[in-house]
């Protein structure tokens, strides 16, 4: 008989592919800027610098996304992005904004409907509300969920608020994602435990250490090996 916890679960890129689809609008971004002098790689760390200040302003997702290619853009020719730039960064990354369709990691539905029966599980998940929104509704796994979180930002507040809100001890509350960034680090910080399930596309910008010594941290290598140990 498992003890019955309470589970916060990440959204995209532990349930769902998610950066994967902005990985490829980026090399097909860079094919189209074919830049004279700069690579690839320096304009890649150019954009990256800028998302990671517009995220403070302008949170997280496509519409966010495109404002940093365009500025990227702008900065990268020394002058205003022009209307014909614009659309051609739209058609580019048209692919993020259907979110009719989501696929599911390999084994997702299957273990979170074993783990609904056993455990509180809770949604938590970070940008548009929209966007975010969509993504869930198309993904069909919201009724897994005893409530679904959309917020602007996983920081230790965040996850403090969450305890707090439900009355839930730390020590029995676990936050599962891919994200040493936002799902780990911050949800060890507020005293819950956690679950890093890494992914082979996960953001740069959340990228961070975790401590392999901490043990506090259950590092798994895919979502279905949750049922061995919940």
């Not at 599962?176 to 936002?182: A, C, Q």
């Amino acid at each position: 008989m498992h003890q019955r916890l309470s589970i916060f679960v990440d959204a995209d890129d532990t349930l769902w592919e998610n950066n994967i689809l902005f990985e490829r609008v980026i090399d097909d971004y860079l094919d189209w800027l074919a830049h004279p002098v700069l690579t690839r790689t320096e304009i890649r760390a150019m954009l990256d610098d800028i998302e990671r200040a517009n995220a403070v302003t302008h949170g997280y997702g496509s519409k966010a996304f495109l404002h940093s290619l365009a500025e990227c853009v702008a900065r990268l020719r020394e002058r205003p992005v022009t209307d014909d730039e614009v659309d051609r960064i739209a058609l580019l990354a048209a692919p993020l904004i259907d979110r009719g369709h989501v696929e599911l990691i390999p084994g997702v539905a299957e273990t979170l409907g074993v783990l609904a029966a056993r455990h509180d599980l809770r949604l938590l998940t970070k940008g548009d509300t929209d966007e975010q929104r969509a993504k869930i509704d198309a993904s069909g796994l919201a009724g897994h969920f005893r409530s679904v979180h959309i917020v602007p930002e996983k920081d230790v507040g965040t996850y403090a608020g969450l305890l707090d809100e439900f009355r839930i001890a730390p020590a029995a509350t676990w936050m599962v994602g891919n994200s040493p960034k936002s799902d780990i680090l911050p949800a060890r910080r507020a005293g819950m435990r956690a679950v890093f399930i890494p992914h082979t596309h996960t953001w740069v910008l959340e990228h961070d250490e975790v401590d392999a010594s901490d043990a506090g941290v259950l590092h798994l290598a895919a979502f279905t090996d949750l049922l061995h140990h919940f």
